[in-house]
């Protein structure tokens, strides 16, 4: 139950985060064509504060599911209250009104743009995501193909079937998907082994609790810490 409330408030607030850089970029393109925002709100219901600043009202409301700016002149409300002052949305050209409503959007983009640069320049998980693990081998279950074999831990598995593979879910997927005996080239310290093994059928239960058929071979992969793959600014592009 605590999980479920941290993680509801971490969602809450990076929501937040979205909306304010969206909301942002709605002001700062109204502020540059020389429209009055006459509020910028984070969050609806009651306003639990606000203050006056650079012409502007700033408000916080509870509800952190959006946010808005309101200009001069535009009162979806109350359209009675339109105004054509120079300050106001209303006086502005077609081309001037429709970058103010696409600016939200595209705060949202470049923010987008510089988290991923950021994640990139500091560096990546490389080791825990399915796609990273190493097809190493951590432990060989008894009585299955894989120690009737000889394989043991902390072998690694470089080609199957004579196919080069360098990630865990490479193999596996030759696994699974061979109907007969497969032959694995495994590198146990600087020894180089050719091994054949025929995967035998095992029934296990999936996602949806269907009883499947897989074809396994008894080994489990090696998981190492994260490790972190760092770039410069070049690759960070690239990445």
Do not use: C
């Not at 139950?1 to 971490?10: D, E, K, R």
């Not at 850089?21 to 984070?42: D, N, P, Q, T």
């Not at 990139?120 to 432990?139: C, D």
């Not at 009883?211 to 690239?238: C, H, M, N, W, Y």
């Amino acid at each position: 139950m605590l999980t479920l409330i941290i993680y509801s408030i971490i969602a809450l607030l990076a929501l937040s985060t979205l909306v304010f850089f969206h909301e942002l970029g709605h002001f700062s393109a109204a502020k540059f064509f020389g429209v009055k925002v006459e509020r910028f709100s984070i969050g609806f219901g009651r306003v639990l504060f606000k203050k006056e600043w650079l012409g502007t009202e700033w408000a916080f409301a509870p509800i952190l599911l959006g946010g808005y700016v309101k200009l001069k002149g535009q009162d979806d409300i109350n359209p009675l209250e339109r105004s054509d002052d120079d300050d106001s949305y209303n006086s502005k050209k077609p081309w001037q009104r429709i970058v103010i409503l696409l600016a939200g959007p595209a705060a949202n983009i470049i923010l987008a743009f510089f988290i991923y640069l950021f994640i990139a320049l500091y560096g990546a998980p490389a080791s825990t995501a399915s796609g990273y693990i190493t097809p190493t081998i951590s432990k060989v279950i008894p009585n299955t193909p894989a120690q009737a074999a000889g394989l043991k831990s902390d072998d690694r598995v470089v080609k199957i079937n004579n196919k080069p593979i360098r990630y865990w879910y490479q193999l596996k997927s030759e696994i699974v998907k061979s109907d007969h005996t497969i032959t694995l080239d495994v590198k146990r310290g600087e020894e180089l082994l050719h091994l054949k093994l025929l995967p035998k059928i095992e029934k296990r239960q999936n996602e949806f609790n269907e009883t499947i058929e897989q074809r396994v071979i008894g080994i489990t992969p090696k998981i190492k810490k994260s490790t972190i793959i760092e770039f410069g600014l070049i690759d960070a592009f690239s990445y």
